[in-house]
């Protein structure tokens, strides 16, 4: 996962979630250089609210350059025009908030991707995303917020919180 900032918050919490839930190992850079290990056998997530953030839209270049499976996920920009131009797979969620406001929109967005591509455990996202029987990574954020931080599953506590501090802040 490929993101700074706001976009990068939900990367960080992917990744500390996968320790125990992941059957594959799960990598968040932030800086203008993709791992040398990341190939055509590699899934690589480029977060970037704006779609103009400079090292991610460098990363995926790099990405694009080594053959990786690429996922982007924005509310427009550079970043989803160069998705659109070379066909890759492309999450827009809503462009005109402060982008750590969105936070909820891109990590259901980066859960739901996961899930997709079988990295996390199927039944323990489900069980997240289907707490009350709603499918929450298709409704708009302020509806998901409450259910979200209300989820059963201790892990869960650690992001009502994160969204409640971003929230208090923007």
């Not at 599953?153 to 802040?169: A, F, H, S, T």
Request: charged share 15%; aromatic share 12%; net charge neutral.
């Amino acid at each position: 996962i490929s993101g700074l900032g706001g976009s990068g918050i939900g990367g960080t919490i992917i990744q500390n979630f996968s320790l125990t839930n992941s059957v594959k190992p799960v990598f968040v850079n932030k800086n203008y250089n993709l791992p040398k290990f990341a190939d055509q056998n590699t899934l690589l997530i480029c977060c970037s609210y704006s779609g103009n953030t400079e090292e991610t839209i460098y990363v995926l270049k790099q990405g694009l350059e080594r053959g990786c499976n690429i996922v982007c996920i924005t509310s427009g920009g550079k970043l989803m025009q160069m998705a659109k131009g070379n066909g890759l797979d492309c999450i827009v969620i809503p462009p005109g908030f402060p982008p750590r406001s969105c936070f909820g929109y891109s990590i259901i967005q980066l859960f739901k991707t996961f899930q997709y591509f079988n990295i996390l455990d199927v039944d323990y996202v489900a069980e997240f995303t289907t707490v009350d029987g709603k499918k929450h990574y298709d409704a708009h954020f302020p509806f998901v917020a409450p259910d979200f931080i209300r989820c059963s599953v201790p892990e869960y506590l650690m992001i009502g919180v994160k969204y409640l501090q971003e929230d208090n802040n923007t």
